[in-house]
C-alpha cells in the first residue's frame, strides 16, 4: 500500500524524494480522485500550480472530489496543499475556508506559536521563495507568516486529520513528510 498520494504528471525530483524518505508512493490523475479503485493513502500532496492550466489541469478534479476530500481528511490523511499559483483561490474544495493571495518572491519566515509547530519543518531555510500568502478562515493555526505577518504556511485540524497548506514555493522536506506521515492513518481517497 502506498504511503503518499501526489496529484499531477511523475516528476523524477518528487521521486527522488520520496525515494530518499523510503515511501512507498502513486502519482495519481486528477481524475481518479475518488475512484474507488485507489487504496488507502496516508498523505495526499497537492503541489504548487494546481489551479493554473498553465501548470496543470487539477483544479477541476479537485473541486469534483471535494467531499471525498473531506473523508480523506476526516478519516485521518494529511493533505498537503501548495500555492494556487493564480491571482486569487478561494480554496472551496476544502472542508476549511481559506484563501490564497499571489505574491512572489523570497521572505523572511516569522514562526508563530501553535499547536503544530513542528511541521514548519517543509522548509529547511529562514528566507524561502513563496509564491503568495493565506488568509486562513476559523479552524486554522497559523505556523510560519512572511515579515509583513502574512501567513505562509498554516494547519487545520479536519476530523482524525489535518489540513496543511503552504505558500512556500520549494519542495517539501524529507524532514515534514517524516513528520506528516507519523501525524497521519491511512484513510480511503
Same mark, same amino acid.
Given at each position: 500500500?502506498?504511503?503518499?498520494?501526489?496529484?499531477?504528471?511523475?516528476? =523524477? *525530483? =518528487?521521486?527522488?524524494?520520496?525515494?530518499?524518505?523510503?515511501?512507498?508512493? &502513486?502519482?495519481?490523475?486528477?481524475?481518479?480522485?475518488?475512484?474507488?479503485?485507489? $487504496?488507502?493513502?496516508?498523505?495526499?500532496?497537492?503541489?504548487?500550480?494546481?489551479?493554473?492550466?498553465?501548470?496543470?489541469?487539477?483544479?477541476? @478534479?479537485?473541486?469534483?472530489?471535494?467531499?471525498?476530500?473531506?473523508?480523506?481528511?476526516?478519516?485521518?490523511?494529511?493533505?498537503?496543499?501548495?500555492?494556487?499559483? /493564480?491571482?486569487?483561490?478561494?480554496?472551496?474544495?476544502? $472542508?476549511?475556508?481559506?484563501?490564497?493571495?499571489?505574491?512572489?518572491?523570497? &521572505?523572511?519566515?516569522?514562526?508563530? #506559536?501553535? #499547536?503544530?509547530?513542528?511541521?514548519?519543518? /517543509?522548509?529547511?531555510?529562514?528566507?524561502?521563495?513563496?509564491?503568495?500568502?493565506? /488568509? $486562513?478562515?476559523?479552524?486554522? &493555526?497559523?505556523?510560519?507568516?512572511? @515579515?509583513? #505577518?502574512?501567513?505562509?504556511?498554516?494547519?487545520?485540524?479536519?476530523?482524525?486529520?489535518?489540513?496543511?497548506?503552504?505558500?512556500?514555493? #520549494?519542495?517539501?522536506?524529507?524532514?515534514? *513528510?517524516?513528520?506528516?506521515? @507519523?501525524?497521519?492513518? $491511512?484513510?480511503?481517497?
Amino acid at each position: 500500500m502506498p504511503d503518499i498520494a501526489l496529484l499531477g504528471e511523475r516528476n =523524477f *525530483l =518528487f521521486e527522488k524524494l520520496f525515494r530518499e524518505l523510503g515511501a512507498e508512493y &502513486q502519482f495519481l490523475q486528477g481524475g481518479a480522485l475518488g475512484s474507488p479503485f485507489l $487504496p488507502r493513502f496516508k498523505m495526499l500532496v497537492v503541489p504548487t500550480g494546481f489551479a493554473n492550466p498553465q501548470y496543470s489541469r487539477a483544479l477541476r @478534479s479537485l473541486v469534483a472530489a471535494k467531499s471525498r476530500i473531506a473523508e480523506f481528511v476526516t478519516g485521518g490523511g494529511v493533505l498537503t496543499v501548495y500555492g494556487a499559483l /493564480v491571482p486569487e483561490h478561494n480554496y472551496d474544495w476544502l $472542508p476549511l475556508t481559506l484563501k490564497y493571495v499571489c505574491d512572489y518572491g523570497p &521572505q523572511e519566515i516569522r514562526r508563530q #506559536e501553535c #499547536e503544530h509547530r513542528e511541521c514548519a519543518c /517543509v522548509t529547511c531555510t529562514e528566507t524561502p521563495e513563496c509564491d503568495g500568502y493565506l /488568509v $486562513p478562515g476559523d479552524g486554522y &493555526q497559523t505556523v510560519l507568516a512572511d @515579515s509583513k #505577518e502574512r501567513p505562509i504556511l498554516a494547519i487545520g485540524k479536519y476530523g482524525d486529520g489535518l489540513i496543511v497548506v503552504t505558500s512556500i514555493h #520549494e519542495f517539501p522536506t524529507v524532514g515534514y *513528510l517524516r513528520w506528516a506521515l @507519523s501525524k497521519a492513518k $491511512p484513510s480511503k481517497l
